[in-house]
Protein backbone atom coordinates (compact mmCIF):
# COMPACT_ATOMS: atom_id res chain seq x y z
CA UNK A 1 0.00 0.00 0.00
CA UNK A 2 0.95 3.79 -0.87
CA UNK A 3 0.72 6.46 1.17
CA UNK A 4 1.87 10.07 -0.03
CA UNK A 5 1.76 13.27 1.96
CA UNK A 6 4.18 16.54 2.17
CA UNK A 7 4.93 18.54 4.62
CA UNK A 8 4.07 21.56 2.92
CA UNK A 9 0.44 20.55 3.83
CA UNK A 10 0.82 20.87 7.30
CA UNK A 11 1.55 24.15 6.37
CA UNK A 12 -1.60 25.87 5.11
CA UNK A 13 -3.47 26.94 8.27
CA UNK A 14 -6.99 29.03 7.62
CA UNK A 15 -6.60 29.98 11.73
CA UNK A 16 -4.24 32.94 10.99
CA UNK A 17 -7.80 34.87 9.62
CA UNK A 18 -10.03 32.42 11.37
CA UNK A 19 -8.77 31.27 14.81
CA UNK A 20 -11.76 28.54 15.06
CA UNK A 21 -11.25 27.99 11.98
CA UNK A 22 -12.07 23.58 12.12
CA UNK A 23 -9.09 23.05 8.98
CA UNK A 24 -6.40 22.76 11.00
CA UNK A 25 -2.79 21.13 10.51
CA UNK A 26 -3.41 18.69 13.29
CA UNK A 27 -5.85 17.16 11.39
CA UNK A 28 -2.24 15.72 9.71
CA UNK A 29 -0.86 15.85 12.49
CA UNK A 30 -3.15 12.67 14.25
CA UNK A 31 -2.96 10.97 11.10
CA UNK A 32 0.43 10.50 11.37
CA UNK A 33 0.31 9.63 15.07
CA UNK A 34 -2.14 7.17 14.26
CA UNK A 35 -0.38 5.52 11.50
CA UNK A 36 2.82 5.75 13.86
CA UNK A 37 1.12 3.49 16.57
CA UNK A 38 0.29 1.13 13.91
CA UNK A 39 3.84 0.95 12.09
CA UNK A 40 2.35 2.58 9.43
CA UNK A 41 0.53 -0.36 8.51
CA UNK A 42 3.05 -1.66 6.59
CA UNK A 43 2.41 1.09 3.60
CA UNK A 44 5.22 2.69 1.50
CA UNK A 45 5.43 6.47 2.42
CA UNK A 46 6.43 8.93 -0.58
CA UNK A 47 6.34 12.66 -0.83
CA UNK A 48 3.98 14.29 -2.99
CA UNK A 49 5.46 16.30 -5.79
CA UNK A 50 3.76 19.68 -6.64
CA UNK A 51 1.49 19.58 -9.46
CA UNK A 52 2.63 21.06 -12.35
CA UNK A 53 0.55 24.43 -13.98
CA UNK A 54 -0.44 22.11 -16.88
CA UNK A 55 -2.05 19.14 -14.34
CA UNK A 56 -3.86 22.06 -12.33
CA UNK A 57 -4.57 23.52 -16.14
CA UNK A 58 -6.66 19.98 -16.72
CA UNK A 59 -9.61 21.16 -14.27
CA UNK A 60 -8.96 24.95 -13.16
CA UNK A 61 -8.87 27.84 -15.58
CA UNK A 62 -5.71 29.90 -15.69
CA UNK A 63 -7.78 33.09 -14.27
CA UNK A 64 -8.41 30.78 -10.58
CA UNK A 65 -4.85 29.44 -10.88
CA UNK A 66 -2.75 33.25 -10.73
CA UNK A 67 -5.77 34.68 -8.36
CA UNK A 68 -4.95 31.92 -5.54
CA UNK A 69 -1.44 32.20 -6.33
CA UNK A 70 -1.48 36.09 -6.05
CA UNK A 71 -3.30 36.37 -3.12
CA UNK A 72 -1.30 33.90 -1.34
CA UNK A 73 2.01 35.92 -2.51
CA UNK A 74 0.72 39.17 -1.20
CA UNK A 75 0.23 37.29 2.24
CA UNK A 76 -3.38 35.14 2.17
CA UNK A 77 -6.62 36.36 2.72
CA UNK A 78 -10.40 35.38 2.99
CA UNK A 79 -11.62 33.72 -0.71
CA UNK A 80 -15.15 33.21 0.91
CA UNK A 81 -16.78 33.50 4.46
CA UNK A 82 -15.16 30.00 5.59
CA UNK A 83 -12.14 29.83 2.73
CA UNK A 84 -8.46 31.41 3.67
CA UNK A 85 -5.43 30.89 2.28
CA UNK A 86 -2.16 32.56 3.69
CA UNK A 87 1.33 32.63 1.97
CA UNK A 88 1.89 28.83 2.38
CA UNK A 89 -1.09 27.79 1.08
CA UNK A 90 -0.34 27.75 -2.46
CA UNK A 91 2.50 26.06 -2.26
CA UNK A 92 0.65 23.32 0.10
CA UNK A 93 -2.27 23.13 -2.37
CA UNK A 94 -0.19 22.31 -5.45
CA UNK A 95 1.29 19.64 -3.09
CA UNK A 96 -2.06 18.22 -2.33
CA UNK A 97 -2.81 18.13 -6.28
CA UNK A 98 0.30 16.84 -6.78
CA UNK A 99 0.19 14.27 -4.36
CA UNK A 100 -3.49 12.77 -6.20
CA UNK A 101 -1.86 12.56 -9.35
CA UNK A 102 0.99 11.14 -8.36
CA UNK A 103 -1.22 8.26 -6.18
CA UNK A 104 -2.94 8.08 -9.72
CA UNK A 105 0.19 7.60 -11.62
CA UNK A 106 1.72 4.81 -8.99
CA UNK A 107 -1.36 2.77 -9.02
CA UNK A 108 -1.55 2.94 -12.78
CA UNK A 109 2.04 2.40 -13.14
CA UNK A 110 1.27 -0.99 -11.01
CA UNK A 111 3.14 -0.03 -8.57
CA UNK A 112 0.80 -1.07 -6.05
CA UNK A 113 -2.98 -2.41 -5.63
CA UNK A 114 -4.01 0.24 -3.10
CA UNK A 115 -2.68 3.60 -1.72
CA UNK A 116 -4.09 6.49 0.25
CA UNK A 117 -2.88 10.57 -0.46
CA UNK A 118 -3.20 12.42 3.18
CA UNK A 119 -2.99 16.30 1.67
CA UNK A 120 -5.09 19.26 2.60
CA UNK A 121 -6.15 21.54 1.54
CA UNK A 122 -8.85 19.25 0.55
CA UNK A 123 -10.71 19.72 -3.39
CA UNK A 124 -13.72 18.27 -4.30
CA UNK A 125 -15.60 21.97 -3.31
CA UNK A 126 -13.49 24.14 -5.75
CA UNK A 127 -15.28 24.43 -8.89
CA UNK A 128 -12.90 24.47 -12.36
CA UNK A 129 -13.22 28.96 -11.95
CA UNK A 130 -13.87 29.00 -8.38
CA UNK A 131 -12.02 28.02 -4.92
CA UNK A 132 -14.67 27.53 -1.90
CA UNK A 133 -15.68 25.59 1.13
CA UNK A 134 -12.07 25.18 2.58
CA UNK A 135 -10.95 24.03 -1.38
CA UNK A 136 -8.51 25.64 -3.28
CA UNK A 137 -8.15 23.19 -6.27
CA UNK A 138 -10.27 19.89 -6.69
CA UNK A 139 -7.44 17.51 -6.34
CA UNK A 140 -9.21 13.82 -7.15
CA UNK A 141 -10.75 15.83 -10.26
CA UNK A 142 -7.42 16.77 -11.30
CA UNK A 143 -5.82 13.30 -10.56
CA UNK A 144 -8.95 11.61 -12.69
CA UNK A 145 -8.23 14.17 -15.31
CA UNK A 146 -4.59 13.30 -15.45
CA UNK A 147 -5.61 9.09 -15.00
CA UNK A 148 -7.07 9.90 -18.87
CA UNK A 149 -5.32 12.22 -20.44
CA UNK A 150 -2.07 11.00 -19.23
CA UNK A 151 -1.93 8.11 -18.00
CA UNK A 152 -3.51 5.88 -20.33
CA UNK A 153 -7.19 5.49 -18.70
CA UNK A 154 -10.03 4.94 -20.54
CA UNK A 155 -12.29 5.37 -17.86
CA UNK A 156 -12.25 6.68 -13.47
CA UNK A 157 -15.13 6.34 -11.03
CA UNK A 158 -15.16 8.98 -8.25
CA UNK A 159 -16.64 7.69 -4.97
CA UNK A 160 -16.92 10.86 -2.75
CA UNK A 161 -18.06 9.46 0.82
CA UNK A 162 -17.50 12.90 2.07
CA UNK A 163 -20.60 14.22 4.13
CA UNK A 164 -20.66 17.10 2.10
CA UNK A 165 -21.83 17.12 -1.46
CA UNK A 166 -18.40 17.07 -3.87
CA UNK A 167 -20.25 20.03 -6.19
CA UNK A 168 -16.53 20.98 -8.07
CA UNK A 169 -15.47 17.11 -8.66
CA UNK A 170 -19.68 17.23 -10.29
CA UNK A 171 -19.10 20.23 -11.85
CA UNK A 172 -15.41 18.97 -13.59
CA UNK A 173 -17.48 15.83 -15.04
CA UNK A 174 -20.69 16.27 -15.35
CA UNK A 175 -21.42 16.14 -18.90
CA UNK A 176 -18.91 13.55 -19.42
CA UNK A 177 -19.46 9.85 -19.98
CA UNK A 178 -15.35 8.67 -19.36
CA UNK A 179 -16.07 9.97 -15.66
CA UNK A 180 -18.63 8.52 -13.62
CA UNK A 181 -19.00 10.00 -10.19
CA UNK A 182 -21.28 8.73 -7.19
CA UNK A 183 -21.66 10.69 -4.17
CA UNK A 184 -23.13 10.05 -0.28
CA UNK A 185 -23.91 13.00 1.31
CA UNK A 186 -26.41 14.58 3.71
CA UNK A 187 -28.79 15.93 2.05
CA UNK A 188 -28.96 20.07 3.06
CA UNK A 189 -25.94 20.63 4.03
CA UNK A 190 -23.44 23.29 2.27
CA UNK A 191 -22.70 23.76 -0.60
CA UNK A 192 -26.34 22.82 -1.05
CA UNK A 193 -25.39 20.71 -4.40
CA UNK A 194 -26.37 17.15 -5.16
CA UNK A 195 -29.85 16.28 -5.36
CA UNK A 196 -30.94 13.13 -5.76
CA UNK A 197 -32.64 13.88 -9.40
CA UNK A 198 -29.42 15.35 -10.51
CA UNK A 199 -27.92 12.80 -12.91
CA UNK A 200 -25.33 15.24 -15.06
CA UNK A 201 -25.88 16.58 -18.43
CA UNK A 202 -26.19 15.75 -22.38
CA UNK A 203 -23.17 12.74 -23.00
CA UNK A 204 -22.79 12.66 -18.88
CA UNK A 205 -26.02 12.05 -18.33
CA UNK A 206 -26.35 9.29 -16.02
CA UNK A 207 -22.63 8.99 -15.15
CA UNK A 208 -23.49 11.82 -11.78
CA UNK A 209 -25.35 9.61 -9.37
CA UNK A 210 -25.72 11.57 -6.49
CA UNK A 211 -27.50 9.49 -2.97
CA UNK A 212 -28.69 11.79 -0.36
CA UNK A 213 -28.85 10.57 2.84
CA UNK A 214 -31.14 12.57 5.73
CA UNK A 215 -29.49 13.50 9.35
CA UNK A 216 -28.88 11.01 11.59
CA UNK A 217 -28.04 8.51 8.94
CA UNK A 218 -25.86 5.75 10.15
CA UNK A 219 -23.95 2.83 9.30
CA UNK A 220 -26.75 0.64 8.25
CA UNK A 221 -27.82 2.83 5.75
CA UNK A 222 -24.50 4.15 4.34
CA UNK A 223 -23.42 0.53 3.87
CA UNK A 224 -26.51 -0.21 2.02
CA UNK A 225 -25.68 2.13 -0.71
CA UNK A 226 -22.43 1.16 -0.79
CA UNK A 227 -22.77 -2.61 -1.29
CA UNK A 228 -26.80 -2.33 -3.21
CA UNK A 229 -26.14 0.81 -5.69
CA UNK A 230 -22.63 2.53 -5.38
CA UNK A 231 -20.36 -1.22 -5.96
CA UNK A 232 -22.95 -2.49 -9.06
CA UNK A 233 -23.01 1.04 -10.75
CA UNK A 234 -19.01 0.86 -10.31
CA UNK A 235 -19.02 -2.72 -11.65
CA UNK A 236 -21.24 -1.91 -14.56
CA UNK A 237 -19.26 1.19 -15.38
CA UNK A 238 -15.97 -0.85 -15.81
CA UNK A 239 -13.09 1.59 -14.67
CA UNK A 240 -9.90 0.99 -15.25
CA UNK A 241 -9.12 2.79 -11.81
CA UNK A 242 -11.46 3.62 -8.77
CA UNK A 243 -10.53 6.87 -6.53
CA UNK A 244 -12.40 7.61 -3.43
CA UNK A 245 -12.73 11.37 -2.65
CA UNK A 246 -12.31 9.92 1.34
CA UNK A 247 -13.91 12.39 3.99
CA UNK A 248 -14.42 11.50 7.51
CA UNK A 249 -17.05 13.86 8.77
CA UNK A 250 -20.07 11.71 8.60
CA UNK A 251 -18.31 10.36 11.95
CA UNK A 252 -20.62 10.61 14.42
CA UNK A 253 -18.45 12.98 16.23
CA UNK A 254 -17.78 15.30 13.54
CA UNK A 255 -18.54 18.97 14.79
CA UNK A 256 -19.98 20.14 11.00
CA UNK A 257 -22.21 17.23 10.59
CA UNK A 258 -25.06 14.98 11.89
CA UNK A 259 -24.24 11.61 10.85
CA UNK A 260 -23.76 8.83 13.23
CA UNK A 261 -20.83 7.03 11.42
CA UNK A 262 -18.20 4.93 13.40
CA UNK A 263 -14.16 4.64 12.26
CA UNK A 264 -15.29 0.64 11.46
CA UNK A 265 -18.03 2.50 8.97
CA UNK A 266 -15.36 3.59 7.10
CA UNK A 267 -13.35 -0.11 7.20
CA UNK A 268 -16.49 -1.32 6.10
CA UNK A 269 -16.78 0.61 3.14
CA UNK A 270 -13.39 0.24 2.23
CA UNK A 271 -13.97 -3.20 2.44
CA UNK A 272 -16.71 -3.33 0.01
CA UNK A 273 -14.86 -0.90 -2.43
CA UNK A 274 -11.40 -3.11 -1.94
CA UNK A 275 -13.06 -6.25 -3.09
CA UNK A 276 -14.78 -4.79 -5.65
CA UNK A 277 -11.23 -3.08 -7.23
CA UNK A 278 -9.94 -7.04 -6.59
CA UNK A 279 -12.94 -8.41 -8.67
CA UNK A 280 -12.31 -5.85 -11.91
CA UNK A 281 -8.29 -6.64 -11.57
CA UNK A 282 -8.18 -2.47 -11.40
CA UNK A 283 -6.33 -0.43 -8.29
CA UNK A 284 -7.87 1.67 -5.86
CA UNK A 285 -6.84 5.31 -4.17
CA UNK A 286 -7.94 7.31 -1.41
CA UNK A 287 -7.34 11.18 -1.20
CA UNK A 288 -8.42 12.88 1.61
CA UNK A 289 -11.09 15.14 2.44
CA UNK A 290 -12.80 16.50 5.19
CA UNK A 291 -13.21 15.26 9.19
CA UNK A 292 -12.85 18.09 11.52
CA UNK A 293 -12.58 15.84 14.79
CA UNK A 294 -8.68 15.00 14.82
CA UNK A 295 -9.00 11.80 17.15
CA UNK A 296 -12.31 10.52 14.74
CA UNK A 297 -10.38 11.19 11.67
CA UNK A 298 -7.36 9.68 12.65
CA UNK A 299 -9.19 6.31 13.75
CA UNK A 300 -11.66 6.69 10.49
CA UNK A 301 -8.62 6.90 8.09
CA UNK A 302 -5.93 3.91 10.23
CA UNK A 303 -9.65 1.91 9.96
CA UNK A 304 -9.70 3.02 6.04
CA UNK A 305 -6.16 1.95 5.49
CA UNK A 306 -6.43 -1.41 7.14
CA UNK A 307 -9.16 -2.29 5.31
CA UNK A 308 -7.52 -1.20 1.55
CA UNK A 309 -4.46 -3.24 3.08
CA UNK A 310 -6.54 -6.28 3.21
CA UNK A 311 -7.51 -6.26 6.90
CA UNK A 312 -11.56 -7.48 7.62
CA UNK A 313 -14.33 -8.83 5.08
CA UNK A 314 -16.75 -6.99 3.85
CA UNK A 315 -20.07 -7.83 5.66
CA UNK A 316 -22.84 -8.23 3.43
CA UNK A 317 -26.42 -7.69 4.04
CA UNK A 318 -29.90 -7.08 2.93
CA UNK A 319 -30.70 -3.73 1.43
CA UNK A 320 -32.19 -0.94 3.80
CA UNK A 321 -35.89 -1.10 2.78
CA UNK A 322 -36.84 2.23 2.14
CA UNK A 323 -34.31 4.83 1.57
CA UNK A 324 -32.18 2.71 -0.75
CA UNK A 325 -35.16 0.93 -2.44
CA UNK A 326 -35.95 5.02 -3.14
CA UNK A 327 -32.75 5.65 -4.43
CA UNK A 328 -32.42 2.43 -6.95
CA UNK A 329 -35.95 3.20 -8.27
CA UNK A 330 -34.04 6.59 -9.49
CA UNK A 331 -30.86 5.17 -10.68
CA UNK A 332 -32.57 2.35 -12.47
CA UNK A 333 -33.14 4.82 -15.49
CA UNK A 334 -30.14 4.24 -16.45
CA UNK A 335 -28.11 1.21 -14.18
CA UNK A 336 -28.99 -1.75 -13.87
CA UNK A 337 -28.46 -3.17 -10.28
Known sequence: MLFVDHPACLEHDPRAHMPAHPDSPERLVAIESA???????GATRRL??????????????????????????????????DTFVGEASYRAAIHAAGGACELARALLAGEDEVGFAAV??????????RAMGFCLFDNIAIAAEAAISELGADRVAIID???????????AFRSRDDVLFVSIHQAGLFPG??????????????????LPVPAGSGE????????????????????DLILVSAGFDA?????????????????????HLRDLARRLGIPLGAVLEGGYDPAALADSVVATMAALGGEGEAIWAAPEALL???????VARYWTL
Open 324 to 330: TSRAAAG
Open 35 to 41: LTDRDWL
Open 220 to 239: ELWLSLIEHIVCPIVDSFGP
Open 193 to 210: TGASGDFGSGPGEGYTVN
Open 48 to 81: APPATREQLRLVHTARLLSWIEELCLSGGGAIDA
Open 161 to 171: WDVHHGNGTAA
Open 251 to 271: HRDDPLADCTLRAGSFGQMSC
Open 120 to 129: RPSGHHAEPD
